[in-house]
């Protein structure tokens, strides 16, 4: 077992901080293709030949606020994701975590090429792979930020096995299948907003993604809240979350795929897109730290009848 000891408040702090903030890149981000401002600064890392940093705030109107917001907002969650780095490396004897923080390091490092890159060879391809490791990273993110809460301290797996409230195995898959599930919906929904094409197979994943969702939060909500130290809150937070995402695609598809989308106001189209993109993006950190904490709470080799009889099984 763990010892509690080794809880950081300040890495859990910058850990959330960093989430944070890449939550809202990722917003600004989505207004940034929204408003189809990707290309509004057409060098890179200059802003029309001025240093990033220096560039003057009376030049910033219309998409080049968008755009060039986007651009220092990014330079923040590098600076953070560096100072998150450091303070894993500082405060946390677990290697794994070490690792994480690197890829994390990495991830951001290769966010801010794909972004560049984008913008000097005018390559949608780059716009796609840039928002879906967007997603990606803001879920290790909120992963790390986990790992380094109290709460992943506080095991209670073994109070679990007293009270005889174990989940199956079967919770333990259907959570990742259910994470992996929204990811490759998130895929799909970046390549629709950035060519127009495989709606069919986003509208699929929608359906398959709502399926699971209703199941996995059936299962979790008919168990008991407090002997499996998961609680129900997150798997409502999901139902939730699923429902405010199919109103805003049902909105989405009316605003951008019809001819009745003619008649919205672009303030009110990009308002529906871009909290859709952001919804999403909930959708996958909640479902991922949901199943994080399934897998830390419960252990795969212990069994009903084993929780029943008394026998303790630890890490």
């Given at each position: 077992m763990?010892?509690?000891?080794?809880?950081?408040p300040?890495l859990?702090?910058?850990a959330?901080?960093?989430?944070?903030?890449?939550?809202l890149?990722?917003v600004?981000g989505?207004?940034v293709t929204?408003t189809d401002s990707g290309?509004a600064?057409?060098?890179?890392?200059?802003?029309f030949g001025y240093?990033m940093?220096?560039?003057?705030?009376?030049?910033?109107v219309?998409g080049i606020?968008y755009?060039?917001?986007h651009?220092?907002m990014g330079?923040l969650?590098?600076?953070l994701?560096?100072?998150?780095?450091?303070?894993?490396?500082a405060?946390?004897?677990?290697?794994?975590l070490?690792?994480l923080?690197?890829?994390?390091l990495?991830?951001?490092?290769?966010?801010?090429?794909l972004g560049g890159?984008?913008?000097?060879?005018?390559?949608?391809n780059f716009?796609?792979v840039?928002?879906?490791?967007a997603?990606?990273?803001?879920?290790?993110?909120?992963?790390i930020?986990?790992?380094?809460?109290q709460d992943?301290?506080?095991?209670?797996?073994?109070?679990?096995i007293r009270?005889?409230?174990?989940p199956?195995?079967?919770l333990r898959?259907?959570?990742?299948i259910?994470?992996?599930l929204?990811?490759?919906?998130?895929?799909?929904?970046?390549?629709?907003?950035?060519t127009g094409?495989r709606?069919?197979a986003?509208l699929?994943f929608?359906f398959?993604?709502?399926?699971?969702?209703?199941?996995l939060?059936?299962?979790m909500?008919?168990?008991?809240?407090?002997?499996?130290?998961?609680?129900?809150?997150m798997p409502?937070?999901?139902?939730?979350?699923?429902?405010?995402?199919?109103m805003?695609?049902?909105g989405?598809?009316?605003?951008?795929l019809t001819?009745f989308g003619?008649?919205?106001a672009?303030?009110l189209?990009?308002?529906?897109t871009?909290?859709h993109?952001?919804?999403?993006?909930?959708m996958?950190v909640?479902?991922?730290?949901?199943?994080?904490?399934?897998?830390?709470?419960?252990?795969?080799?212990?069994?009903?009848?084993?929780?029943?009889?008394?026998t303790l099984?630890?890490?």
């Amino acid at each position: 077992m763990e010892n509690r000891a080794n809880y950081s408040p300040w890495l859990h702090r910058i850990a959330r901080l960093t989430a944070g903030a890449t939550f809202l890149l990722i917003v600004i981000g989505g207004i940034v293709t929204s408003t189809d401002s990707g290309l509004a600064v057409p060098d890179w890392p200059t802003t029309f030949g001025y240093n990033m940093f220096l560039y003057p705030l009376s030049e910033m109107v219309g998409g080049i606020l968008y755009e060039h917001s986007h651009r220092l907002m990014g330079s923040l969650v590098g600076i953070l994701t560096i100072a998150l780095f450091v303070l894993i490396l500082a405060k946390d004897s677990r290697k794994w975590l070490k690792w994480l923080g690197l890829a994390a390091l990495i991830a951001v490092i290769v966010q801010g090429v794909l972004g560049g890159l984008r913008v000097t060879q005018i390559n949608r391809n780059f716009a796609i792979v840039h928002a879906c490791l967007a997603q990606a990273f803001f879920a290790l993110l909120c992963g790390i930020a986990w790992f380094a809460s109290q709460d992943w301290w506080q095991h209670k797996t073994e109070t679990a096995i007293r009270r005889g409230e174990v989940p199956s195995p079967v919770l333990r898959r259907l959570s990742l299948i259910t994470t992996c599930l929204i990811y490759m919906q998130l895929i799909f929904g970046a390549i629709l907003r950035h060519t127009g094409s495989r709606l069919d197979a986003h509208l699929i994943f929608a359906f398959l993604v709502a399926l699971h969702i209703f199941l996995l939060a059936r299962r979790m909500l008919a168990m008991d809240s407090e002997s499996d130290g998961i609680g129900q809150s997150m798997p409502l937070l999901l139902l939730g979350l699923l429902v405010v995402q199919l109103m805003l695609g049902t909105g989405a598809f009316f605003a951008k795929l019809t001819a009745f989308g003619e008649t919205f106001a672009a303030a009110l189209t990009v308002t529906i897109t871009t909290a859709h993109v952001a919804v999403g993006a909930l959708m996958l950190v909640s479902s991922f730290v949901l199943t994080l904490k399934i897998y830390r709470f419960t252990d795969a080799s212990v069994t009903i009848e084993t929780a029943a009889s008394g026998t303790l099984v630890t890490e």
